[in-house]
């Protein structure tokens, strides 16, 4: 069966961002950028199908500006066969691109499209739920363990009070969690390799998709700091501080 | 227009994420109804109707239902939503499971966990983990929010009427099934729902220690949570997590023990009031956002501190 994977580029999640001075966003200048660690996950995962012999194809996908090549080379080089970039430099909400994943899988029908379950720019966490109600697919978010078996994909899922399992009927969307494996790192041929994996491009428009929102971001702010406090000397002084001054045992 | 949030409920209760959430919509607008949609949960639509401030109660009750599996439910809260100005419900794993695939039906964007609202048509919600504040305005003629629910006071799950509208449904869309669920059951209060939490990190070294602070959480009445390094370590289970990943903590009391403090356990729990720290490495970020910081170790420290109280 064919994979389809989901990948965004996003703020490489060791950098420290910043908010801008005129509050219209966070500095992304100079900044470095990385494939989003979720989507990291969906990638390894896809590879992991393709080598039990389960995954035939595995296609990655991303919508974002040309740049971002650079993240599907990167899913190339980790064992996808092929990557599609929709290109678009505009800043896209979760449901444009949900519309734009949507198309992408109308052309290349895959029977398991997966997707991080959230990205950790935006934090929406909205994406492939989406991508669930366009394509009339079931669901199986914060996934930390997936097994296909003929015509359905057992999804375990992590949910507030542990774990919940759930079958679903192939084609199915797969949104990863933490646990659900341990990405690996590409290995220098392999980067190499994947420069001549073939890397198509298309764009929002030769799809059909209007991008528009009905969101407006009017300001980003850095959120209110919480100051240092003091250090006590043992566990007499903190019993005494959190009874008398802080009052809160 | 009236608003509409969606329970969180077990069937039998009305999930305390959803007195947040209540109130979270009384800072919308007036007329609010809830609906809860699951299997045989006339009691928790009979505890949603007792909310202060809910005009009415909507029960949708079928065996479609019962799991809240999002294929069944979006397709009637999507149904329902066309009457409504905002539709909203606690950013659970319930709720962000759900909700996204609602806004999709209804080709309308979603606003992600939402911590204020300045306006009906204005949200404050975290991005970057926290490191940045958005706010957000729709033009959407169906807002479609999920409410974090640290960002809400509880509204009082006593003191109103509602009527209750039972409401004919059930399209069970098969293409999906309920197989089990692992559930961890305990006696101490729910983790976002403590008044004080107890976390420990990677210093605790093993499952077994953590024996220390659930006997310290009884005393103080609280719950044991865990950062991210020491559920990948194996020590306890990944419900216990905090973080940005994890569970969202906002307590009276935060004792954070052998815990380093990475960016993304700070996401999620430096809104709590008052925050201790006990580390023995005196140069741990988890210091940096602390009231009170013990650096000890933390093996002489927690008998010691059980002792005391």
Redesign the interface.
């Known amino acids: 069966m064919k994979v389809l994977v989901a990948v965004k580029r996003v ?1 490489d999640h060791n950098v ?2 910043r ?1 801008k001075a005129d509050n219209t966003g ?1 500095e992304l200048a100079n900044v470095k950028m990385s494939m989003n660690p979720f989507c990291e996950i969906g990638v390894e995962e896809a590879i992991r199908l393709k080598e039990k012999g389960i995954a035939t194809e595995v296609v990655a996908v991303c919508v974002g500006p040309t740049a971002a090549q650079e993240q599907l080379r990167t899913a190339l080089a980790l064992g996808a066969d092929r990557a599609i970039l929709v290109e678009t430099d505009a800043e896209l ?3 444009a691109v ?1 519309k734009i994943l949507k198309a992408v899988a109308d052309q290349e029908q895959p029977q398991l499209i997966l997707l991080g379950k959230q990205a ?15 394509t ?4 199986g ?2 996934a ?1 363990k997936v097994e296909v078996d003929g015509d359905t994909v ?1 999804v375990t ?13 192939l084609p ?1 969307i797969v949104t990863t ?3 659900l494996n341990e990405p690996r790192y590409a290995k220098l041929p392999d980067i190499m390799k994947a420069k001549r994996k073939p890397l198509e491009t298309q764009t929002p428009d030769a799809l059909g998709v209007s991008v528009g ?11 209110a700091q ?1 100051s ?5 000397k ?3 002084e ?2 005494d ?2 009874k008398n001054e ?1 009052k ?2 | 227009m009236a608003i509409l949030v969606i329970a969180e409920h077990s069937n039998s209760a009305l999930g305390a994420a959803t007195l947040n959430t209540v109130s979270a919509a009384k800072a919308i607008g007036d007329d609010i109804h809830i609906l809860v949609a699951g299997e045989n949960c006339a009691a928790a639509g009979e505890a949603a109707a007792k909310v202060e401030g809910v005009t009415k109660v909507l029960v949708a009750d079928n065996a479609a239902y019962a799991h809240q599996l999002p294929e069944n439910v979006a397709l009637l809260v999507a149904e329902q939503a066309k009457a409504y100005s905002h539709v909203l419900t606690p950013a659970t794993t319930t709720g962000k499971n759900l909700l996204p695939r609602v806004a999709a039906l209804l080709d309308t964007d979603q606003i992600s966990e939402i911590i204020s609202v300045e306006s009906p048509d204005t949200f404050k919600r975290p991005i970057y983990a926290g490191n940045a504040i958005a706010t957000v305005q729709s033009s959407a003629d169906i807002k479609v929010i999920t409410v974090r629910g640290t960002g809400f006071d509880a509204a009082a799950a006593e003191g109103g009427s509602a009527a209750i509208e039972n409401i004919a449904a059930g399209v069970d869309a098969g293409i999906s099934t309920f197989v089990g669920e692992e559930i961890a059951k305990s006696d101490r209060p729910d983790l976002t729902a403590a008044r004080v939490v107890i976390s420990g990190g990677r210093g605790m070294q093993s499952g077994e220690n953590f024996d220390m602070l659930y006997a310290l959480a009884d005393k103080l009445g609280g719950a044991v949570g865990a950062s991210r390094a020491a559920v990948d370590a194996g020590f306890v289970p990944n419900d216990l997590q905090v973080g940005q990943t994890g569970k969202i903590v906002a307590p009276d009391l935060y004792i954070a023990v052998g815990v380093s403090g990475a960016i993304q356990h700070l996401a999620g729990m430096k809104d709590s009031k008052v925050i201790v720290a006990i580390n023995k490495d005196a140069d741990a970020p988890i210091f940096q956002v602390a009231d009170y910081g013990l650096v000890a170790d933390l093996f002489d420290v927690i008998p010691e501190l059980d002792a005391a109280l």
């Open positions: 703020v420290k961002v908010v966070v909400g979760s449901l949900a950790i720019d935006s934090d929406n966490n909205q994406t492939g739920q989406m991508l669930g109600a366009l009339g697919f079931a669901q978010t914060f930390s057992s899922r992590e949910i507030d009070g542990g774990f919940q399992t759930v079958a679903l009927k199915a969690d933490l646990r929102s009905t969101l407006k971001t009017l300001k980003v702010e850095a959120p919480r240092a406090g003091i250090k006590v043992d566990v007499a903190l019993v501080k959190l802080a809160v045992i």
